[in-house]
């Protein structure tokens, strides 16, 4: 024989179907996802990256060996470009977008043990117009570069003014 509903049965009742459609209310967030160095690492990988991948905070660092021949050979020009070449790929923009604990992407180039110049990307500071445009500048300087110095010259522009970036004085004298 059943009983009649009480009042503390609907109260109960009414809080079960409340937290059962809590994910549709409030649906679980990633928001503040920091990623595993590993899942970062391998994003990089994919895009046929091989630095080294950390995490300093919500920061994720890419360090890359820049040649020292190059070096020698570019002089301030290479140095400057380095770091600007690896913040402006698809997988730095595939990092940000997947994880939106990630903050910024800090990318530092070294050579024989010595940092020559460092860019942090912040989280936000490049609309999708920006990013198409950055990824083109690019794809540009990856091609032309070494042919067309100019073109290395509008992506440090281009980084200068999009990034925190430091050089290193003994690479790149200012």
Known sequence: MSRPLLRSDL???????IMAGC????????????????DVRAVYRKHGLQGRVSLDGTT???????????LRRGGSLWASVGPFI????????????TWDGVAAVR???RSGGTEVARATLRRGVLSDVLWRRSLNILGRALQQGTDRPRVLEELVDW??????FRYNPAFVPR
């Open 86 to 97: 690896y913040v402006f790929t698809p997988a730095t923009r595939e990092t940000l977008e």
């Open 11 to 17: 109260v109960l009742l009414a809080c079960l179907a």
């Open 23 to 38: 994910d549709r209310i409030f649906p679980r967030q990633t928001e503040g996802a920091v990623p595993d160095v590993e």
């Open 60 to 70: 994720v660092v890419y360090t890359a060996e820049q040649d020292g021949d190059q």
């Open 159 to 164: 980084g200068e003014k999009y990034t925190e």
């Open 107 to 109: 990318v530092i180039t």
